[in-house]
């Protein structure tokens, strides 16, 4: 794969010949802590600017400082702050309740470790407050990442949610039908499979400590992930993979109010929409939610445009998934 960059890289082994047991997850909570981090360092990607905008009412209440102290820009948060999600389906309350009954010993020594990688954060009042009293702190944090999840998140959560089920589906079935080859190949610019070796490297990423090379792999789409995908030391869990989900970049921009006018006349205005939309593989809420359309009105217009041979359609779970075929994507570019 070409554009690894030179610098700083970490490395998965999974033993000769091998193929890694992958996981796919989504953890709103992991959003969460990652949109308050965006917000706290608005100068990420442009994409990001329209939900900046629209936010910034919604945190005005907020005194998310506690919670910018423990982010800092060179590794991950407090592990007890983002707990391992367990499976796709991951729910916020099951994860709150999980940093609620963080072990206050375990937690203070992840708080200080936290606030020492930024400088004069160990020092100060809020610093020394947490350490201080760590049982205390995560009561604190835990209710703060709740008031966070529901200004900063879950107003947008459906829309989220739909995006990172997506993509773990996409993903899921491309290493279903190609192996880890095909996983990989399109994941991201920085990271690379060598088959040969049975090799993950991932650039720019800060190398972690030794792991055996039998254990599997967390893969977790991300919509607030930086640019750039994060593992080892710098990632928030062990052998874990955290990337920018498939068309986050566009989950922040309206969808254009009327398909173009020659498609609209050739397919009818509504399946025009839907096909001008799938820019990126959704499901049918994911698309009536976009799109402001009842839910059994996009899917008839992906029947339709399916049976025209402009689409295809893969289950993943309980899901069905569509994207555009060469056909459809060539007709929706004119």
């Known amino acids: ?33 990652s949109a308050v981090r965006a917000l706290d360092r608005p100068g990420g990607p ?18 998310l400082a506690p919670l910018a102290l423990l982010t800092p820009v060179g590794g991950p948060a407090p592990g007890f702050l983002t707990p391992r999600p ?43 407050r947490m350490l201080d009293d760590p049982g205390r702190a995560v009561k604190e944090l835990a209710d703060l990442l709740e008031l966070a999840w529901r200004a900063l998140i879950e107003p947008d959560w459906p829309r989220l949610h739909d995006l990172l089920e997506a993509d773990t589906a996409f993903h899921a ?7 880890p080859e095909a996983l990989f190949a399109e994941l991201h610019p920085h990271v690379r499979w060598t088959g040969s070796v049975s090799a993950l490297t991932v650039a720019n990423a800060e190398p972690g400590p030794p792991e055996p090379e039998d254990a599997g792999l967390l893969l977790v789409p991300s919509v607030f992930c930086r640019p750039d995908p994060l593992a080892g ?10 990337y920018p989900a498939r068309g986050a970049g566009g989950l922040w921009e ?19 929409a839907v096909l001008t939309a799938l820019e990126e593989p959704a499901s049918t809420t994911g698309l009536a939610r976009r ?35 060469p056909l459809g994507i060539a007709l929706a570019a004119g």
């Not at 079935?173 to 192996?179: A, H, I, K, V």
């Open 173 to 179: 079935r491309r290493l279903s039908d190609g192996g």
């Open 1 to 33: 794969m070409s554009g690894m960059s030179g610098g700083a890289s970490y490395e998965l082994r999974f033993g000769a010949g091998g193929v890694p047991r992958c996981r796919f997850a989504v953890s709103p909570l992991w959003e969460t802590l």
């Open 86 to 128: 367990e499976d796709p389906y991951t729910r916020i309350d099951d994860e709150l309740s999980r940093v609620r009954t963080a072990d206050p010993a375990l937690a203070r020594g992840q708080l200080e470790h936290a606030l020492t990688r930024t400088p004069g954060a160990a020092g100060s009042l809020r610093g020394r």
């Open 233 to 242: 030391a710098g990632a928030p869990w062990r052998r874990a993979l955290v």
């Open 254 to 272: 309206r969808p254009a109010e009327h398909p173009p006018e020659v498609l609209a006349r050739l397919l009818g205005r509504g399946r025009a």
């Open 291 to 325: 799109l402001g359309l009842a839910p059994s009105s996009v899917s008839a217009h992906l029947s339709a445009l399916r049976d025209a041979g402009l689409l295809t359609s893969h289950r993943y779970g309980h899901q069905v998934l569509y994207e555009r075929t």
């Open 46 to 63: 442009g994409t990001r600017l329209p939900w900046l905008r629209r936010i910034q009412v919604a945190a005005t209440g907020l005194d």
